[in-house]
Every structure is written in C-alpha cells, then in structure tokens.
C-alpha cells in the first residue's frame, strides 16, 4: 500500500488530534473566510487550499469518517517502513489493504458528497440514490410594504458570510432574487451553488398588495356618500385629495391611477373601496335630521326584498 498524497486534516485546520466538535466547527470556519475563493480570484493555489480545507471538515465534523480515518492514520504509522506484518495485523488493519493511495481510501471514505457544513436554513436536495447534489440555497425574506414600494437594500448572512440583497421598488410577493455563486459549499471541491431568496411582503393594517396594484378600505360617513365630497386621504406616497361623487354606495371602487407599485416601466393603481362607517353616538342634532329625512324620504328599501322573500 502506498502512502502518496496522504493528506493530514487536523495539521490542515490547524487543531489537535483531541479537537471538540465545536473546534473543528470554529477552525474550519475561520479558514473558509479566509481561503474562500470569492477574496482570491484566479488564485489557484488558494482555490486548492479551500478545497482541502473543505474537504478536512468533510472527514473531521463526521463521527464515523474521522473513525475511519484515525484508524487509518493508525494503520499508516505501524506499516511505515513498508513492510508487511500479516501475522499480527488485526480485521481494522486488513481492510485498508485494499486501497493503492490515499485517494482511493479518501474516495471510498466520502463516497458522496455529504450535506455537512451547510447552514442550518439552505434547502439541501440530495439522496443516496443520485449523484448530483443540488448546491442552490434557498431563503425566505419578509420585506415591509414600503420597502416593496421604494425598494430597500438588506443584508443577510449566509454561511458566515455578510451578503448585501438589493430591493428594486415594485417587487411583487413570491418573486426570487438570485445570486449567483453565493449558496452552498459542495464539501471537498469548493464549488458554490446559487443564493435564491423568495420576496414575501409583509400585511400591512391598511394597504393590501395585489400584483401591481394597491388597495385599501376607507371610512366615509352617510352625508359624504349621499352627498358627495371632496376629502383629504393618506396615500402609500403621501397625502392626496379624492372626490366622492354625490350618491356613492357603500364598497364603491375609486380609482387613482398610476398609484400603485412601480416595477420597470409598469406601474399599478391604487383603489379605494369606500365603507360605510356611522358614529357610535349620535348627537341631538344628528337625531333631529335624521328624523326629518325619515319623514321626507320616498325610496323603500325592502320592496323588492319583499318580491324575492315571497316567491
């Protein structure tokens, strides 16, 4: 058996052979910061060293590899002078014999690439039966109505690393952003799948999202209805005026156009759907006027509630 390219994975994190999980954890992480490829570009020493970097957490994070492997180092010092020993090797001995080199016991001890090292929220696909790794990670942003509005820029962290999101103004809920090159670490190669973050926009009490377009529930008297008006409302950009036209009914649609959510060159409306909202208390004078118009009014609301009840 040969020991060429045999690889020491605890000299290469830089940790004792006694290191707790926690510390090959914390070793690994500091090194892929620093080794990562994206802060050494068409460095190809330094993309090899992350590999290898990768590839140690891969064995050393993993309780049954980093068995094997120290059973193998152990199987490597007792044959150092290349001799055989075939009469007191014992069965954890004689099933490294197998291997040529070290890469073939490596390529046997991985078998596939494993899902160690991810961060707790990237969605994984893999299975023992396929040989592609999905490397793709995937995140939910929940991002504020105005923030949808005006655009925004956040900041995630993303496998220790600070990653800036841009916002565009006019975003629509289930939109993904991808980023490239900025998901997960394939174990061992140090290739790096893409980011992709799906857009949820958070409930607002009072504008609710519909595409492009803005709506929104206001409150408007019985005389403003009947009567008409021109009222002053708040808006998603700012305070406007509106105009009731004489003899709306309640969940009336008003429109305004080019109000709503700007995405590119399209923009949305905003729409107001008018309720009919009367006072807890009325007043004596509300009262009397109220009355006057009972003893005045000619529609009767229920006749034709009365022809339909019947038949």
Do not use: C
Request: no cysteine; aromatic share 10%.
């Amino acid at each position: 058996m040969s020991f060429d390219g045999f690889k020491d994975y605890f000299k290469i994190l830089g940790i004792s052979r006694n290191a707790t999980n926690e510390e090959i954890k914390t070793a690994f992480r500091k090194l892929a910061r620093q080794m990562h490829p994206d802060l050494h570009p068409h460095d190809e020493k330094a993309e090899s060293e992350f590999k290898e970097i990768n590839e140690a957490y891969e064995i050393l994070s993993d309780e049954e590899k980093k068995k094997s492997y120290e059973e193998y180092i152990s199987y490597r010092f007792k044959n150092a002078d290349g001799k055989t020993r075939d009469f007191d090797r014992d069965n954890n001995d004689k099933r490294f014999d197998e291997y040529l080199n070290f890469d073939d016991f490596l390529s046997d001890l991985i078998g596939r690439f494993s899902e160690v090292g991810q961060e707790i929220y990237s969605n994984i696909s893999s299975n023992k039966n396929t040989q592609s790794l999905n490397l793709d990670a995937e995140f939910n942003l929940q991002i504020s109505f105005f923030e949808a509005l005006n655009g925004a820029k956040k900041y995630l962290l993303v496998n220790d690393e600070r990653i800036e999101v841009e916002i565009l103004k006019g975003i629509e809920s289930g939109s993904i952003i991808r980023i490239e090159n900025k998901g997960n670490i394939q174990p061992g190669k140090g290739k790096r799948g893409d980011l992709l973050i799906e857009i949820n926009i958070k409930s607002h009490p009072i504008w609710k999202v519909k595409g492009l377009d803005i709506y929104a529930d206001l409150p408007i008297s019985l005389d403003e209805l009947a009567l008409g008006a021109n009222i002053s409302v708040a808006s998603p950009r700012g305070d406007t005026y509106l105009s009731i036209p004489s003899g709306s009914l309640p969940e009336k649609k008003i429109k305004i156009a080019g109000q709503g959510l700007h995405n590119l060159d399209t923009q949305g409306d905003l729409f107001f759907t008018l309720k009919l909202k009367l006072p807890e208390n009325w007043s004596d004078d509300e009262l009397r006027l109220l009355d006057k118009l009972r003893s005045v009014r000619i529609d009767e609301p229920r006749s034709s509630w009365f022809d339909q009840a019947r038949t």
